[in-house]
């Protein structure tokens, strides 16, 4: 079965950072679309970063500038830098997987992404 494990949420000061990491397990990641979301409560899944096997990456212009969308495909380990943290940014964020097209990066919509984490809280206050 295929799993992803998110983890390096937890509670900020608005300016300060934090690394999430993603664990993926059942499968080789390089090949598939990856990408990091955020849900606020009561609110809708939106995209936040995702990276293809050629490490092209795009961003919600939310974030852009400050968060950094990465991976280790020998560690099957996706990452997200988050500097210069806003309150705005309080969340639960997940990893998800899905397939690796440039259309579904380009898109970082949810409803293309197949395989989802269990979400990691951040907060900035």
């Known amino acids: ?7 390096g949420g937890g509670s900020v000061l608005p300016g300060g950072s934090l690394r999430l990491s ?3 397990s059942g499968l080789s990641f390089s090949r598939f679309c990856l990408g990091w979301f ?3 409560p009561g609110k809708g899944r ?3 970063a995702t ?9 919600a212009d939310s ?3 400050r968060f950094t969308i990465s991976k280790d495909n020998a560690k099957n380990t996706l990452y ?4 210069s943290l ?3 940014d309080t969340a639960i964020y997940y990893c998800g997987l899905g397939p690796g097209d440039l259309t579904v990066a380009r898109s970082l919509r949810p409803l293309y992404f197949s395989h989802w984490g269990q979400g990691t809280q951040v907060t900035v206050s």
């Not at 990276?51 to 961003?59: E, G, K, M, Q, V």
């Open 1 to 7: 079965d295929v799993q992803l494990v998110e983890s």
């Open 22 to 24: 993603c664990y993926v």
């Open 38 to 40: 955020r849900q606020l």
């Open 46 to 48: 939106e995209g936040v």
């Open 51 to 59: 990276i293809l096997r050629d490490d092209s990456t795009t961003y």
């Open 63 to 65: 974030v852009k500038g």
């Open 80 to 83: 997200l830098q988050m500097n």
């Open 86 to 88: 806003k309150p705005e």
